[in-house]
């Protein structure tokens, strides 16, 4: 997992990463823990599990809030382009 660092903190955002580059899990630093794997473990439970999307290419980012807009938020709208094939 890799982990962006951050100075902002309160709204930061830790999200969860396809291979693709397509936000699939968010939730406030605040809530979790500044810790990457802590992440990482509330959005995806079994180790197994884990162990298999890290070796996929699955990432966990620390995003602040416009890090979020402008990263995260389009693909939670559908609007993003990510998997989208020309």
Known sequence: MTSATSTATGSDHW????????AQSSSYVDE??????????????KVADRRREAAEGWT??????QEWRERALPCFQGTCTHGKRS
């Open 15 to 22: 999200v969860r990463f396809d291979p693709q580059g397509c």
């Open 32 to 45: 979790i823990g500044p810790l990457a794997e802590d992440a990482h473990k509330q959005f995806v439970p």
């Open 60 to 65: 966990m980012e620390r995003l602040t809030k």
